[in-house]
């Protein structure tokens, strides 16, 4: 189905393993002709490697790749118009990239670029976070602090997404 004029802001949350990218995934091929992944992930030792080198496997040769840890922003106005929907994925490990690269006081700077460029998007974008809000009280300052910047975080995303889907072992629950 081609849907290059759709430019919905799509939001998909869960905990871990919960199937977002899978279903975020499976939903751009479903719904777009052409698709763009911004892959977030920087891989630092032999497990993520091979955590990026299954993910890439799942999505085949139809996704062109884009890396971009930081500057997603960035990323998102270089691509506008050039596929119909960008996948973005994951926003809590470029949280995270922002937090412990840049520190603290960057994340809103960060934050109010990415808020910015979605509401201007030209194509329809994908955003896949984890839900960090559900678990227990980290128990280190700096946990707490990425608790609570990715629950802000995933406040103002679903606050600014046309639909939000929350995935709850492997089943998409479409709350927006």
């Known amino acids: 189905m081609s849907a290059s004029r759709n430019k919905d802001l799509v939001f998909v949350l869960g905990g871990a393993r919960s199937g977002k990218s899978s279903w975020a995934i499976e939903y751009a091929e479903e719904t777009y002709d052409s698709c763009l992944f911004l892959a977030t992930a920087e891989v630092k030792d032999h497990e993520m490697a091979e955590r990026v080198r299954r993910h890439q496997a799942s999505r085949g040769p139809r996704w062109r790749l884009i890396e971009e840890a930081l500057d997603i922003d960035k990323a998102l106005q270089g691509i506008a118009g050039g596929v119909d929907v960008v996948l973005v994925d994951c926003l809590t490990l470029w949280l995270s990239n922002i937090l412990l690269q840049k520190g603290r006081e960057a994340v809103m700077p960060y934050q109010k670029r990415l808020m910015q460029v979605l ?5 329809a974008v994908i955003l896949v976070s984890n839900e960090v809000g559900a678990g227990i ?10 608790r609570d910047l990715a629950g802000i975080l995933n406040q103002q995303l679903a606050a600014l997404a046309d ?13 927006k």
């Open 137 to 146: 009280v980290p128990e280190h300052p700096l946990g707490r602090e990425f």
């Open 163 to 175: 639909r939000v889907v929350l995935t709850v072992a492997g089943i998409p629950l479409h709350i």
């Open 119 to 123: 509401s201007q998007r030209d194509q």
